[in-house]
Every structure is written in structure tokens, then in C-alpha cells.
């Protein structure tokens, strides 16, 4: 592995926390989000935003709570499917 590329994951665990925390959080939510009734009539935007929100949320779980990015990213991705609503 590169330095760079050790430089970078060991910055993003500082803010992240660990890879296998969050995968496992990130999953979890993701398993309960796709039983979920509605899950079948949602969008590909909405799906995919679901996702990208859920990422965050284990992000947030899993390391730092604090961090603002976590928390603006989850705003923006919930914006982008209201912008599509009909």
C-alpha cells in the first residue's frame, strides 16, 4: 500500500472510526430500510438516496458524531429527492 493511500484511510478512521464498524451499522440500517413496505415503490432516487443517507448515519455511528460533513451530506441528499418530487 502506498503511503498516500495509508495517509488517507487513517485520516478517514479518525473521522469515520473503523471500516467494519461501519460496514456493519451501515448494513444493518440498509437491511431494515429495504423491508420496509414502501421500499418496492420508491424511485431510483429515492432508493439510492436512502442509501447515501444511511452511509452517513453509519459514518456518524461509527466515529465521529460531530463531524458537520456528516450531517450537511445528509441534508443534501435528502434535498436532491425533494427537488425530483412530482
Not at 24 to 35: C, E, F, M, N, Y
Request: net charge negative; aromatic share 4%; hydrophobic share 40%.
Amino acid at each position: 500500500m502506498t503511503a498516500d493511500l495509508s495517509a488517507t484511510l487513517e485520516q478517514r478512521r479518525s473521522v469515520h472510526g473503523d471500516f467494519t464498524d461501519h460496514a456493519a451499522v451501515t448494513q444493518a440500517l440498509k437491511d431494515i430500510a429495504r423491508a420496509a413496505p414502501s421500499w418496492a415503490r420508491m424511485s431510483p432516487v429515492a432508493r439510492e438516496a436512502i442509501d447515501m443517507i444511511l452511509h452517513k448515519v453509519g459514518r456518524a455511528c461509527a466515529g465521529n458524531p460531530d463531524h458537520a460533513d456528516h450531517w450537511h451530506d445528509i441534508g443534501g441528499y435528502a434535498r436532491l429527492v425533494e427537488e425530483r418530487l412530482p
